[in-house]
């Protein structure tokens, strides 16, 4: 039986993915049988007139894993907006059975599933008749506990309790909160303070702000969470 743990976000681009990215570095190069599983990404690149998930290409390149992406990516949109909204759009809509399928077949291949969510909790993926179905119903029907990435700086505080108390209100397991852009400064380090005495969780890691990320993406997210994350604490949280 594999084990897992849901990476959540305080908000869209807070830094979930290279966050994952190097979570999932830690992990395979320490041994680890790990896999990543992001059940349905928006705003995908165009290359040679194909989608590429933007996300999933960065996590494998960096954690040097090798499966198929709609393995581990089943739902790839072009428009970068909420899956559900891009489903509509691109008339390709979300089937729960496709997801679970793909999540089963993971689970049999891999020892551990370090799955990402598509924006924060009430994230939208399925809008119909039936009614919707966010991140949130997604976490709960995987049985996953979730780790949480916020970000450091002006504001964090804020938006990271609110999403403690909204993700604890639902039953939902939190193992702890990981730091993204973090910078050495009384600011940061202070909110980070707050946020532990306000949500009472354990801060896992704290990722430093990685300056020109796009000139040497692969080796930068691999040397900096090496120094952020200790895979004793991340198997810890996987359940």
Do not use: W
């Amino acid at each position: 039986m594999s084990k897992g743990i849901f990476i959540v976000g305080t908000d869209t681009d807070v830094g979930k993915t290279i966050v994952t990215a190097g979570i999932m570095h830690v992990l395979r190069s320490n041994g680890y049988n790990a896999t990543y599983f992001k059940a349905a990404l928006s705003g995908a690149l165009e290359v040679n007139d194909k989608l590429v998930p933007g996300d999933t290409k960065i996590v494998s390149e960096v954690s040097n894993l090798k499966e198929s992406y709609e393995n581990i990516t089943p739902y790839v949109y072009r428009s970068a907006v909420s899956p559900h909204l891009a489903s509509k759009i691109e008339k390709k809509p979300i089937d729960l059975n496709v997801i679970m399928k793909k999540y089963e077949y993971l689970k049999k291949k891999y020892d551990y599933i370090i799955a990402e969510g598509s924006g924060g909790i009430i994230c939208p993926l399925i809008d119909d008749e039936r009614g919707v179905y966010t991140l949130e119903n997604l976490i709960k029907d995987l049985n996953m506990s979730v780790i949480l990435v916020a970000r450091a700086g002006l504001g964090t505080i804020n938006h990271t309790v609110l999403t403690v108390k909204y993700i604890e209100s639902l039953g939902i397991n939190i193992k702890g909160i990981i730091i993204n852009n973090y910078v050495q400064n009384l600011l940061c380090n202070d909110n980070i303070k707050m946020i532990e005495k306000f949500t009472k969780l354990p801060i896992i890691g704290k990722l430093k702000n990685i300056e020109n990320l796009n000139e040497n993406m692969v080796q930068a997210i691999r040397i900096n969470s090496e120094k952020a994350f200790s895979v004793n604490t991340i198997i810890k949280c996987l359940d």
